[in-house]
């Protein structure tokens, strides 16, 4: 059983540039998270998707969105980057929302602007 | 509003002795609590969790967390240390509710010694 898939693995931008970055959940998981995780602020959850709706959101600016297709992948998209949008993004995928469930995270993307 | 505390950003055991990894939370309702695992260049393992029901919490790979409430800890231990248990452990909750916005710690980086 494949596990989850993040695309690309390593990803660097210019400032003011914008960026997708995909996760391809375990199959039949049709919950997707993702999180910011840099040395300084450690790990912050983003948002959560669940049959293509948000269904949870953190605490970051309207730069930051996504979006979940009815096969479950799931997009993020950030724009106008930023230096410190420079981080690993995580997504963490699950078979339905609550805390029941186990997450299963990918090996995350590593995004550096500059 | 839910946060939580690692102390000790980095700790240091031989190969063999006891782990012990500390973890206070602060929630004001009752929380469910997790301890992943991040190797290198990985994403995040779930070692164990806590929801309801018993409060010594068996994980994988040798780890107990015992849920403390009077503490409002949840420390993470194992008995004795392998080479293999090297990486970074973070410690998560988040409220009983329908949601996987997990609050995280800052994480605890882990080395064993020969």
């Known amino acids: 059983k494949a596990g989850v898939t993040q695309t690309p693995r390593y990803l660097i931008k210019t400032r003011g540039q914008q960026v997708t970055l995909s996760c391809s959940p375990i199959s039949g998981h049709r919950s997707v998270s993702w999180y910011q995780q840099t040395p300084g602020q450690g790990l912050q959850f983003l948002f959560e998707y669940f049959s293509e709706t948000q269904r949870n959101k953190g605490n970051f600016p309207g730069r930051f969105s996504g979006r979940q297709f009815s096969n479950s992948r799931s997009e993020m998209n950030v724009s106008t980057l930023e230096l410190g949008d420079s981080a690993l993004y995580l997504c963490a995928s699950s078979l339905a929302q609550g805390m029941n469930t186990e997450a299963f995270f990918g090996q995350g993307t590593r995004l550096t602007v500059v | 509003a839910q946060s939580v505390t690692q102390l000790g950003s980095h700790v240091s055991v031989s190969e063999g002795a006891l782990v012990l990894l500390r973890c206070n939370y602060s929630?004001?309702?009752?929380?469910?609590l997790f301890w992943y695992v991040q190797y290198p260049n990985q994403g995040l393992q779930l070692l164990l969790k806590y929801t309801t029901g018993a409060t010594l919490v068996k994980g994988i790979n040798g780890f107990e967390a015992e849920f403390k409430k009077s503490e409002t800890s949840f420390h993470l231990t194992k008995p004795s240390a392998h080479m293999s248990d090297a990486a970074e452990y973070f410690c998560?909750?988040?409220?009983?509710?329908?949601?996987?916005?997990?609050?995280w710690g800052l994480g605890t980086s882990l080395a064993v010694n020969p």
């Open positions: 998560a909750v988040s409220n009983a509710g329908n949601n996987r916005k997990l609050i």
């Open positions: 929630s004001s309702v009752p929380p469910y």
